[in-house]
Each structure stands twice: as structure tokens, then as C-alpha cells.
T-cell receptor, first 116, second 107 residues
Framework: GAGVSQSPSNKVTEKGKDVELRCDPI?????LYWYRQRLGQGLEFLIY????????KSGLPSDRFSAERTGESVSTLTIQRTQQEDSAVYLC??????????????FGQGTRLTVV | TQLLEQSPQFLSIQEGENLTVYCNSS?????LQWYRQEPGEGPVLLVT?????EVKKLKRLTFQFGDARKDSSLHITAAQTGDTGLYLC???????FGAGTTVTVRA
């Protein structure tokens, strides 16, 4: 695709249910990032992938959060047993490579998750 | 973990005024990036600064990277309502972001 695509764009779920958020990066981008953004706040780093490997999982808030990536394509972020504090916009970004000084990250429009 | 602190957190100014936002860290960065995010959208890259002391200009926006590569500033001259948004700095090597500065330019 032309840009980073995230689905769904909006998700309302009941507390305690599991949710799966999807990110389709730009074709050819080896690096993929997930962030959480609460209302009116900055971006909280969750995890990044280099290819399908996730060298840094330190940002995942709890063991209810997990993420996978298939090759150098689609990634899914799964939140188990959702809590109201999980309500936020989840943003995905991709870049050609990770760690280069001039790497530009391209963001999707995010998935707005509301836990009721 | 390389932490980036941005200040101020909020800034509201009249159209035509100038503004400066800051990004500071105790860590040295190989490069810093500035992004702008508008409501309902993902952040979009404005600039990457790489060399200590570097100054880059993008129309009315001036970006500066500190000599020690630990801090950066963004200056907007004669702000316009279209400059309204959340301005974020990021360490490019890990793409870790500061909390951002919300800029509101009033007509």
C-alpha cells in the first residue's frame, strides 16, 4: 500500500475481553514500531520489530500485552483481558531500517481503543 | 533508556507571534527528529538534525541541534493557525519520543 494501514480504526470492547490490533507497514520497511497515546499526551513506546524479531519489548506495560510480526509485513498487537486504563489510541509506524540517523518513520492513523 | 523532556507542555499564542519549544536530554543522540501531529492523524516528520550545532530552516520553522547533541529547539516565526498541533521530538536511533508540546495558534 501507499502508507501504513491500521485496523480497525475504532474499537469498543468490554472490560475483560481480548482485542487484536493490526498494522500493515509500507512494503519494504524492515522496522516497525508500536506506540500508545493517551488523550492529550505524547507517544509511549511499546515495542519495535526489526524484521520479525523484537529486540526490545521493554515498553510493553504488562504481560497482558503481546505483539507479533510475520516476516517483514503485517504486525498484530494483542491485549488480553482489557482494562479501562488500556483505552487510548494505538499508533503503528514503519521505517526502511532501524537505527540509521536519517531514518524517517511513517505513521498510520491509529486505532482508537475504548474499554467500557 | 534515553529520556527526552519537552517544554513547555502547552503553548497558546496569537497568530503572528513567535514561539520556541525545547527538547532536552541527559543523553547524547546521534540524531534527533521533530514530528508534528494534528488531531486524528499520526505524526509526520518535519526534520532530522544530525550534526552538533546544526541549524536547519524549513520556511518559518528553524531547528537547532545543541553542540553536545543532547538538546534541540524548534522556533516558529510569525505563527499561523495552520501551525497548531502537537510537536514531538524523537531520538532517531530508537525512535523514542518526548511527551510533546501542544501548540495552539489563535486567529
Amino acid at each position: 500500500g501507499a502508507g501504513v494501514s491500521q485496523s480497525p480504526s475504532n474499537k469498543v470492547t468490554e472490560k475483560g475481553k481480548d482485542v487484536e490490533l493490526r498494522c500493515d507497514p509500507i512494503s519494504g520497511h524492515t522496522a516497525l514500531y508500536w506506540y500508545r497515546q493517551r488523550l492529550g499526551q505524547g507517544l509511549e513506546f511499546l515495542i519495535y520489530f526489526q524484521g520479525n524479531s523484537a529486540p526490545d519489548k521493554s515498553g510493553l506495560p504488562s504481560d497482558r500485552f503481546s505483539a507479533e510480526r510475520t516476516g517483514e509485513s503485517v504486525s498484530t498487537l494483542t491485549i488480553q483481558r482489557t482494562q479501562q486504563e488500556d483505552s487510548a489510541v494505538y499508533l503503528c509506524a514503519s521505517s526502511l531500517v532501524w537505527g540509521r540517523v536519517n531514518t524517517e518513520a511513517f505513521f498510520g492513523q491509529g486505532t482508537r481503543l475504548t474499554v467500557v | 533508556t534515553q529520556l527526552l523532556e519537552q517544554s513547555p507542555q502547552f503553548l497558546s499564542i496569537q497568530e503572528g507571534e513567535n514561539l520556541t519549544v525545547y527538547c532536552n536530554s541527559s543523553s547524547v543522540f546521534s540524531s534527533l527528529q521533530w514530528y508534528r501531529q494534528e488531531p486524528g492523524e499520526g505524526p509526520v516528520l518535519l526534520v532530522t538534525v544530525v550534526t552538533g550545532g546544526e541549524v536547519k530552516k524549513l520556511k518559518r520553522l528553524t531547528f537547532q541541534f545543541g553542540d553536545a547533541r543532547k538538546d534541540s529547539s524548534l522556533h516558529i516565526t510569525a505563527a499561523q493557525t495552520g501551525d497548531t498541533g502537537l510537536y514531538l521530538c524523537a531520538g532517531a536511533n530508537k525512535l523514542s519520543f518526548g511527551a510533546g508540546t501542544t501548540v495552539t495558534v489563535r486567529a
